[in-house]
């Protein structure tokens, strides 16, 4: 295994562990309710997700998907 693949399965799962701790510290100070607390992370993940897409520049690739097979995907 390389040196960079290395850090980035050790970042991959430092933000896999954390997410846990930082959904529950929000839940503790907010209290909000449990569907618009899953909406607002699902919100962040599809910005995030798109900021990539973005900036790898592979919007073209995206936009080439058959609609027909995406229920395929989850």
């Known amino acids: 295994m ?6 980035l399965v050790l ?3 430092f933000f896999w ?8 510290i929000g839940f503790s100070r907010a209290n909000p309710d449990p569907f ?3 909406t607002v ?6 910005l995030g ?3 990539i897409i973005v900036s ?3 919007t073209q690739s995206l936009m080439e998907i ?9």
């Not at 390389?2 to 850090?7: C, I, P, R, T």
């Not at 562990?17 to 529950?24: Q, T």
């Not at 992370?41 to 599809?46: E, F, I, N, P």
């Not at 027909?68 to 995907?73: D, E, L, P, S, V």
């Open 17 to 24: 562990g954390i997410a846990p701790i930082v959904e529950k």
């Open 2 to 7: 390389s040196f960079q693949a290395f850090w």
């Open 11 to 13: 970042l991959s799962v």
């Open 49 to 51: 997700l798109a900021i």
């Open 41 to 46: 992370r699902s919100l962040a993940v599809l």
């Open 66 to 74: 058959n609609p027909k097979t995406i229920i395929f995907f989850p």
């Open 56 to 58: 790898q520049g592979k």
């Open 36 to 38: 618009i607390a899953l």
